[in-house]
């Protein structure tokens, strides 16, 4: 191993590391756009509606029903 020996990085981590260098908020925002979309406390007598209203779907869908 040579005495100037640098490790390897990849062209994409390299990008991720400019990005981030050149956007010190980027984290931060991306935490921000989960958080509206994904991190939510589920309600859950409402979810427990949705389940019990749901109907169950017969195999084929495009089958009529017969009574056999």
């Known amino acids: 191993m040579p005495l100037f020996w640098k490790p390897y990085t990849s062209d994409v981590t390299d990008f991720i590391q400019s ?8 984290e931060a925002d991306q ?3 989960r958080a509206l979309l994904w991190d939510r406390r589920l309600d859950r007598g409402a979810l427990a509606e949705w389940r019990e209203a749901k109907v169950p779907q017969q ?8 009574d056999a």
Do not use: D, E, F, N
């Open 31 to 33: 935490r921000a756009g």
């Open 59 to 66: 195999p084929y869908v495009y089958q009529t029903k017969t």
């Open 19 to 26: 990005l981030k260098a050149s956007k010190p908020t980027l």
